[in-house]
């Protein structure tokens, strides 16, 4: 059986700690890994690193690359997507790439942000579903509601299937009803909610797209075959320009809607592995660890006569007095503040400031780099602090810039610096300068991680004053 991890999310919903270029699924949101690496992680003892496969947007191929690298999964595995096209795209070039290898094989489809508590239950129900999707249908797995949730799709459980004492087939598909609807759902009984999870044979599904979604069948053999692998450190595969151009055709469309919804292949198993797709800030009141008044706070919060609230930070202290069912997420650039009943309309939130044009929608005061990261100190006209952190074995690019000056301080590690027609070394607590318009580029040797502290000084300090001449990660 392969696995393919879908990790093309966004998270608008988990705003501020989520941004366009750090999405959710690479964010420690429920305990010490990140979110794609709880995915990996669960996933191994059944499907070997070396059959998993995972798509994701090409911003991020590097940093879930860099992610899963601990787990062994292959890089060249992970399919970079130039623009999102929802899931049936992802999962039909997917499928392509797999064809090549097995077209009989069981492929099972993972979104790469969600949470399952009942680990063995879940690989049980795996098995279970992969016997069935040998047998030529498209397998869902279905969760027994537990309250009347807007925010899933539901399936309506038909008759059971011939020969399976564990599936039934689907007889139909709703999208997020309204509430009085999900009400109704839950006390008719027979529906679960749709968690994303599939099971199929790569066949199979490409055999049902062909059907259901001919554009996207016609495009798919051309597009595969403009895949190649890219020059960076990690050898994910990519689109070259024909590719991009098929990929930016295909129609934007998720695989329930554009197979599931109309296939009469589809069956559902209901699963009890105490899942939760974790969409939302209030989700974590399902997953994540309480105090004795069903508050999820984070070490810095200290907190007097709170009851059901979400209280997230980081390293500086919050004070809460009396919140009842309140959201708070701290972060260095941004603050959100909201009623627990309102969590999914952080989205909108997000929209409006997008309309704005607000920095904080993409980016946060960190920034990861395939070289590390890089974070925002402090920002005002003519001048920006920068802290550098720069992993072993790593450089930047070889760059210019037009409108600033650099002032670099090594406060750990030992910097290795092309400087016009010169190399220095600068070590720990010593400093350098970087003229206007010097050609320069910063390394980092050694075998521990490089820390500096960087004062641009200009009419311009942004990231688009930068000229790049050599990259060792293909940046223009």
């Known amino acids: 059986m392969f696995g393919v991890i879908l990790a093309g999310g966004s998270g608008t919903r988990f705003w501020p700690k989520s941004r366009e270029q750090s999405p959710k699924q690479l964010l420690k949101i429920v305990g010490p890994r990140t979110m794609i690496q709880n995915t990996v992680e669960r996933l191994l003892p059944l499907i070997p690193a070396s059959n998993i496969f995972m798509v994701t947007h090409a911003l991020h191929a590097f940093e879930t690359c860099h992610q899963t690298e601990s787990f062994k999964v292959p890089p060249s595995q992970l399919l ?6 929802n899931t049936a795209a992802a999962i039909g070039l997917a499928a392509k790439v797999l064809q090549e290898k097995d077209p009989n094989a069981v492929m099972a489809v993972f979104p790469a942000d969600h949470v399952v508590k009942d680990p063995k239950n879940f ?4 098995r279970q579903g992969e016997k069935i ?13 537990t309250r009347p949730e807007q925010g899933y799709g539901y399936i309506k459980q038909g008759q059971a299937l011939k020969g399976s004492e564990c599936a039934y087939e689907v007889e139909r598909f709703v999208e997020k009803p309204d509430a009085t609807t999900a009400q109704k759902f839950i006390d008719d009984g027979g529906y679960s909610w749709n968690c994303g999870v599939f099971l199929w044979k790569v066949s199979t599904i490409l055999e049902e797209i062909q059907t259901h979604l001919p554009d996207l069948s016609e495009k798919l053999s051309s597009i595969a075959s403009h895949t190649v692998a890219n020059n960076r450190k990690y050898g994910y595969r990519i689109l070259d320009s024909e590719g991009e151009k098929l990929y930016d055709s295909l129609p934007f469309i998720s695989i329930d809607h554009a197979v599931l919804e109309k296939s009469k292949r589809v069956a559902v198993i209901p699963a009890k592995i105490q899942w939760s797709d974790v969409g939302a800030w209030d989700a974590l009141l399902d997953v994540a660890e309480k105090d004795g008044n069903g508050n999820v706070l984070t ?8 009851s ?28 959100l503040v909201c009623n627990k009943n309102q969590a999914q309309e952080v989205k909108q939130l997000v929209n409006q400031l997008k309309e704005k044009n607000r920095p904080e929608v993409k980016l946060g005061v960190t920034v990861q780099k395939p070289w590390g990261s890089y974070t925002v100190l402090e920002k005002r006209d003519g001048y920006l602090v920068k802290r550098l952190d720069v992993n072993s074995g790593e450089r930047l ?17 030992t910097a ?39 004062v641009q000084m200009g009419d311009k300090v942004d990231e688009d004053d930068i000229i790049r001449y050599q990259d060792d990660y293909d940046r223009n």
Do not use: M, Y
């Not at 690989?123 to 795996?126: F, G, K, N, Q």
């Open 80 to 85: 970079a997507e130039p623009v999102g096209k």
């Open 123 to 126: 690989h049980e129900v795996l």
């Open 133 to 145: 999707a040998e047998k030529g249908f498209l397998v869902t797995l279905g969760i027994q509601p």
């Open 299 to 306: 070490e810095n919060v200290t907190e007097l006569d709170c």
């Open 308 to 335: 059901g609230s979400i209280i997230q930070g980081e390293d500086r202290l919050i004070a809460a007095v009396g919140l009842k069912e309140i959201i708070v997420v701290d972060t260095p650039d941004a603050l």
């Open 397 to 413: 690019s070889l760059q210019s810039h037009n409108h600033r000056s650099e002032h670099w301080t090594v406060v750990s590690g």
């Open 416 to 454: 290795t610096v092309d400087l016009d027609d010169k190399q220095i070394t600068v070590k720990e607590n010593e400093f350098l300068f970087i003229p206007q318009f010097s050609k320069h580029r910063l390394a980092n040797q050694q075998n521990t991680p490089l820390i500096i502290i960087e």
